[in-house]
């Protein structure tokens, strides 16, 4: 292209930069590397500050303009922004459908739904002028809102402009305004490095990063829109139904939901909401229900609306993910190496799904932030397969009389002194393995799967054979016999058989995992693995000196110093001895170098679900064959290895042009190396 004609410069520089956008914040897709779109916008920005007379209102070097207001105006709603009927299961949902075939005498044929994700963020309405955006502004009551227009302009997936033609002249574009949830942890992760208030929820965060009067604070909150409706409209149509009309909004350049789905009956709209319910928390995006809208704009006119909501749509809710409780006391739980975590008995609530009465409160410093008393009100969460948290306390409903939480100075178990190492956030006992917390903590580790894989040797179990005496160590696991096992209460003879057969199995077991199952502080599987292979053999890493355990990979100076006083330990030593004369044994490991691993300095991410290998299955073969394996995706990620319901990670490497492959890619890429699977 000749630039010979700096307007005509210009002019291309606006529609590459508006297209890229469209690419990356709407489609997900991007085309060009950061740096060729940063070279543009500054490329741009000269132009426009050279000949300020071409600056237009709506190029994309002005979404953050103007100066901080002092208030937010008002804005009236010309059509009312009505709220929806909810439905909590599936009987409301034939309710609703009753309802709607009864008022359309359509007895016999299915209706037509659209079915769409409901986001929970914040309801807000676009207007567009002859395609450009003039004004933002929120829900408000339904009839008046605020006006966010410097706010919504930040939004890099909302248009200034709209693309294609045929849009009506006055468009009115209502959607959800949400954080996604890679973005509400970053923000949060920001704000604790920096000592600030962390948002609650992305929902809240979303919400709070709107309500800014100042929008360069606004413009650096990951927000996103997706739109669902249109308000009002002037001097074109639209087609005649729910989903192509928000195709034709999204060929305008505005982000819809990629679930959305048209099924044909209710029963369809009950599978629909079952299977999205299932991949919930894989979603990159928070959601609270699903929205049913009959999809047929001409049934919905004549459907109309009751109050405030149609009477053709419904929102099914999910189980609310957060509820409130009280907090009846808290409890020390101790881990394995000692760490003291507090944790919270609530009186029993049912949320996400179960009855709730722990949550964990995490360490010191979460106490001190959250500044929880004993008696306090506080909201539980509990998401998916995350153990239930307490996320904030509801201050309004505290009595003076309630206690503030004190942290124990002698191990609840074992009653040897708790010390708080410097620089770490956990407080922990001291009484290693005298107390019988982190006995039973390390008995339950070293018989993991992962570990010494004792099968039938569950927590429980392990437990009871502390608790009545019978084992203290590891070492003495295999010193158990039939008639102490039989001794045990509900403990019949075939449970203690196959028992002793599992731990005569285990004996015969591999270097790292024997490494892996002593449970030195720091020494995750993937350290295990590194020093099995750079030593080789147990008697070269025990005699190792500090210097060359810190030339193996993955070995910082502070697991080299927990390996120091793993083999500076009597104890320690006594019990690997003791386990080795019981007969536990592994071949030693021909010591690769690092760099004849065909996977040796890449880093892999796993993500999703992978139906036959299982994610722990898949970092382990990945790790031995050489790889990292990382939990979050980079500039340095190699490959990432996505299954169903991969989320963020995926967009993210998708973002960054990482090589993603699924299940079948990886079992092919192992299966040529040699390992079965
Ligand atoms: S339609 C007249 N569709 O849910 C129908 N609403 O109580 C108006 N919401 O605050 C709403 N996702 O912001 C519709 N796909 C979706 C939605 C959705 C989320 C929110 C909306 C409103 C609330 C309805």
Redesign the pocket.
């Known amino acids: 292209m000749s630039v010979a004609d700096p307007l005509q410069e210009l002019e291309s520089l606006l529609e590459k930069l508006d297209t890229w956008n469209h690419q990356y914040y709407v489609l997900d897709q991007p085309t060009v590397p950061d740096s060729e779109y940063d070279r543009a916008m500054q490329r741009l920005v000269a132009l426009e500050t050279e000949h300020p007379q071409w600056l237009r209102a709506d190029s994309p070097s002005q979404r953050v303009g103007g100066q901080p207001l002092i208030q937010f105006g008002q804005v009236t709603h010309d059509v009312p ?4 009927d909810n439905a909590f299961n599936d009987q409301d949902m034939q309710n609703f459908n009753r309802r709607l075939l009864d008022r359309l005498a359509q007895f016999a044929a299915p209706l037509e739904f659209a079915c ?8 807000v309405s676009l207007l567009y002028r002859d395609g450009v955006l003039q004004r933002g502004a929120t ?1 408000g009551d339904g009839a008046t809102g605020e006006d966010i227009t410097q706010n919504v302009r930040t939004i890099r997936s909302i248009p200034l402009r709209l693309r294609g033609n045929g849009y009506p002249e006055v468009l009115e574009v ?3 305004i949400y954080m996604p949830k890679a973005g509400f942890d970053w923000l949060n992760n920001k704000a604790r490095q920096r000592g600030e208030k962390v948002f609650v929820n992305p929902r809240n965060a979303a919400a709070g990063s709107l309500r800014q009067l100042d929008p360069r604070v606004t413009a650096e909150r990951p927000l996103e829109m ?1 739109c ?2 249109v308000g009002l409209m002037e001097g074109e149509s639209l087609p005649d139904r729910q989903a192509p009309m928000l195709e034709r909004l999204q060929s305008w350049g505005f982000r819809i ?1 990629s679930e ?1 789905a048209v099924v044909q009956g209710i029963d369809a709209c009950n599978d629909y909401y079952q299977s999205l319910f299932e991949r919930r928390d894989s979603l990159p995006y928070d959601i609270d229900g699903i ?1 049913f ?1 009959v999809n047929e704009f001409k049934l919905q006119e004549q459907l109309g609306f009751v109050s405030r ?2 009477r053709w ?1 419904i ?1 099914r809710k999910f189980p609310a993910q957060e509820e409130m409780t009280r907090l009846l006391d808290v409890e020390f739980q101790v881990g394995r190496t000692g760490v003291i975590t507090p944790v919270a008995r609530l009186e029993p609530v049912f949320v996400g799904g179960v009855t709730v009465s722990n949550a964990t409160l995490h360490n010191r410093d979460e106490v001190d932030r959250l500044d929880v008393r004993i008696g306090d009100t506080v909201i539980v969460r509990r998401a998916g397969d995350v153990i239930p948290q307490v996320v904030s306390v509801v201050t309004e409903q505290r009595l003076p009389r309630f206690p503030r939480v004190t942290f124990p100075k002698h191990c609840p178990i074992c009653q040897s002194a708790v010390e708080r190492e410097e620089g770490e956030a956990a407080l922990r006992c001291m009484g290693g393995l005298i107390c019988a917390a982190q006995q039973k903590a390390a008995i339950k580790h070293f018989a993991s799967r992962r570990a010494l894989n004792v099968e039938g040797l569950g927590d429980k179990l392990v437990e009871q054979l502390v608790e009545e005496g019978l084992v203290a160590s590891v070492a003495e696991l295999y010193t158990l016999s039939e008639e102490r096992l039989l001794s045990l209460d509900r403990m019949g003879q075939k449970s203690a058989d196959n028992l002793l057969a599992a731990l005569q199995d285990s004996k015969q077991t591999t270097l790292p995992r024997f490494i892996f199952a002593l449970g030195i502080r720091e020494v995750g599987e993937a350290t295990a693995l590194s020093l099995a292979r750079h030593f080789g053999s147990w008697a070269a890493l025990a005699t190792a000196s500090d210097r060359q355990l810190l030339e193996v990979d993955d070995v910082g100076p502070i697991v080299a110093d927990h390996l120091r006083q793993f083999f500076d330990s009597l104890s320690s030593l006594e019990v690997v001895k003791l386990l080795c004369e019981a007969g536990v044994n592994w071949p030693d490991i021909e010591c690769l170098p690092p760099q004849s691993q065909p996977l040796a300095g890449q880093t892999w991410v796993v993500t999703g679900k992978l139906e036959m290998l299982g994610r722990d299955d898949a970092k382990a073969h990945l790790q031995a064959l050489g790889a990292k394996v990382a939990g979050t995706v980079s500039v340095k990620t190699t490959c990432v290895v996505a299954g169903p319901g991969a989320g963020s990670k995926l967009a993210k490497a998708e973002a960054l042009g990482t090589e993603v492959i699924d299940e079948q890619a990886l079992l092919a890429l192992l299966r040529a190396e040699g390992i079965k699977v």
């Open positions: 922004m009505l709220s929806l769409e994700p409901k986001l929970d963020g914040i309801a829900r209502r959607g959800e997706c669902y409706s939901n959305s929205v809208k909501a149609p749509a929102a």
